[in-house]
């Protein structure tokens, strides 16, 4: 089993940025991909962005490339989703997953963090 647990969520303007973290804990951290999905009110869950389990290869959804980029520290069994240049359409409520391989399809990853809210003010 691996728990998952997002943070780093909160409200802020239109043009500004904010950090999620996906911190883990349970079977090694490092042997799984880790993937970024989010849900708008009213919307279906959506895939963001996937990072492999040594960081050396990502990925990122058409919506958010140039503006959001996934890292990850195996050393803090930490992933981050820096994101940049946020626009109202980002707010969602915001899932970290991992499975093994860096995917943009949720069937793929077997565990799920709880979500963290962003919204986003215009």
């Known amino acids: 089993q691996v728990q998952l647990v997002e943070s780093g969520g909160g409200f802020v303007q239109a043009g500004g940025s904010l950090r999620l973290s996906c911190g883990a804990s349970g079977r090694t951290f490092s042997n799984y991909a880790v993937g970024w999905f989010r849900q708008a009110p009213g919307k279906e869950r959506e895939f963001v962005a996937a990072?492999?389990?040594?960081?050396?290869?990502?990925n990122h959804a058409d919506s958010v490339k140039g503006r959001f980029t996934m890292s990850r520290d195996n050393a803090n069994n930490t992933v981050y989703l820096q994101m940049n240049s946020l626009t109202p359409d980002d707010t969602a409520v915001y899932y970290c997953?991992?499975?093994?391989?860096?995917?943009?399809?949720?069937?793929?990853?077997?565990?799920w963090g709880q979500g963290t809210q962003v919204t986003v003010s215009s």
């Open positions: 990072i492999s389990w040594n960081g050396a290869r990502s």
């Open positions: 997953a991992a499975g093994a391989f860096a995917t943009s399809m949720e069937r793929d990853y077997d565990y």
